[in-house]
């Protein structure tokens, strides 16, 4: 019903910047929370940013200042800028998306997961 692509994921050295984007498509009536998580090798799945249709957002202590997540509404598609990436910032990220589909239930999803490996 919902579909997410997400593009953006590389290699860069410390000290550098990436930024990905997932955008939504499918029958989706309205979107809520646009979000990224991710996981690295060993580790559990954790909440990096996220942010309301009003543009409230939350970020993991790990990634303030530096990371910020931003959504388009009319692109259905959320972004997360990653500045001064470090090599704990490596992982696969994954966008998550919840809202509403046209026939009125609720949808939650899961994009593929990209690629962020930090490394020199």
């Known amino acids: 019903q919902v579909q997410l692509v997400e593009s953006g994921g590389g290699l860069v050295q410390p000290g550098g910047s990436l930024r990905l984007s997932c955008a939504a498509s499918?029958?989706?009536?309205?979107?809520?929370?646009m979000a990224w998580y991710r996981q690295a090798p060993g580790k559990q799945r954790e909440l990096v940013a996220a942010i309301t249709r009003g543009d409230r957002t939350n970020y993991a202590d790990s990634v303030k200042l530096r990371f910020t997540i931003s959504r388009d509404n009319f692109k259905n598609t959320v972004y997360l800028q990653m500045n001064s990436l470090k090599p704990e910032d490596t992982a696969l990220y994954y966008c998550n998306v919840e809202g509403i589909l046209t026939r009125g239930t609720k949808f939650g999803s899961w994009g593929q997961g990209t690629q962020v490996t930090v490394s020199s």
């Open positions: 499918g029958s989706i009536f309205s979107i809520y929370t």
